[in-house]
């Protein structure tokens, strides 16, 4: 598969990807490791709560986003890490059973001027669940790599 | 946990200490962020990371398991005092989260939390709404992580 760079990404839809099963057992399993609230891990606990039943971590949400963001064009695509992430927004849960899929939109592209060889690609990600719910959104800055022959 | 009359601003907590370690960063990265800094030392050497780098939604995933379980001592303080117990509401999000520097394997990141704001529900009066600025620095000091938390905290005496 050809690998995407800088050039790659224009403002505008870029793609969707998925969609990704999601089963109570990995929802445990991810609050048991790193985010053990009752409202993860116990199906009473998390219907009194504010997300009226058994919910996944939050930052197993981002996780999932962010593996779907691989394996939809993160893998084959001259992707040198992030410094971080603007905005995000945890709309509605993450139930068990859930089939996401990824809406990723460019906001913006541009070269970056402390490493010319690069260039800056701002994404915004929405997850949504089968039935069309948005669970999350994103706003994240992405460096990529330059095409070699681009000016530098 | 406290309840939100309780919380001031500028407040902070040393939430604890993690080690990442190699085994720890390939395991999280095998599974949710396979790029090849976060999971070959060599990869990690030649990346602008300079080394094998935790991804950072590791980094983020750890803060969250620090705060828990920092909150679990509260509440089990406060249980052993015959307290009632606050039991914090989920959170609606975050905003600038910056991955400030690498989380390199064998880095010990020391996680802390300050309360920036605070304000009610307007949609439910049982709860307010506090921002807290959760960062993380390395064994030398250096700032690592950071970003800007937003939780549902329960009111005292409400409903």
Do not use: Y
């Not at chain 1, 790659?8 to 839809?13: E, L, R, S, T, W």
């Not at chain 2, 005092?81 to 989260?97: H, Y």
């Not at chain 2, 010990?108 to 529900?121: D, G």
């Amino acid at each position: 598969m050809a690998v995407l760079t800088f050039e790659d990404f224009k403002p505008g839809h870029f793609g969707t990807f998925g969609p990704r099963h999601v089963t109570r057992e990995e929802i445990l399993a991810f609050a048991a490791e790193f985010d053990p609230q009752p409202m993860h891990l116990d199906e009473a606990a998390a219907k009194a709560s504010m997300l009226g039943g058994l919910a996944g971590s939050g930052w197993h949400l981002c996780s999932i986003l962010m593996r779907m963001m691989f394996d939809g064009f993160i893998g084959h695509t001259a992707s040198m890490g992030s410094p971080g992430v603007n905005e995000l927004r945890w709309l509605a849960p993450l139930r068990p059973g859930d089939d996401l899929t990824l809406d990723i939109e460019v906001e913006e592209a541009r070269v970056s001027k402390s490493r010319p060889e690069t260039g800056i690609v701002t994404f915004k990600g929405v997850v949504r669940n089968a039935a069309g719910v948005a669970l999350c959104e994103m706003v994240s800055p992405i460096i990529v790599r330059r095409r070699a022959d681009a000016a530098a | 946990m406290h309840f939100f009359e309780e919380l001031e601003i500028g407040a902070r907590r040393e939430v604890g200490s993690f080690t990442f370690t190699a085994e720890l960063i390939k395991k999280f990265a095998a599974q949710f962020d396979p790029q090849v800094f976060h999971l070959d030392e060599e990869a990690g050497r030649k990346s602008l990371f300079g080394g094998l780098a935790a991804s950072g939604w590791h980094v983020g995933s750890v803060c969250m398991k620090l705060l828990v379980a920092d909150g679990q001592r509260q509440i089990d303080e406060a249980a052993a005092r015959g307290e009632e117990i606050a039991i914090w509401g989920p959170s609606p999000g975050f905003r600038e989260l910056r991955w400030i520097r690498p989380v390199l394997a064998g880095d010990t990141i020391s996680f802390a939390s300050v309360i920036e704001s605070k304000r009610l529900s307007d949609k439910r009066p049982e709860w307010g709404i506090v921002q807290a600025r959760n960062s993380g620095s390395n064994q030398r000091g250096e700032p690592v992580f950071s970003l800007l938390a937003t939780a549902f905290v329960p009111r005292r005496n409400a409903g």
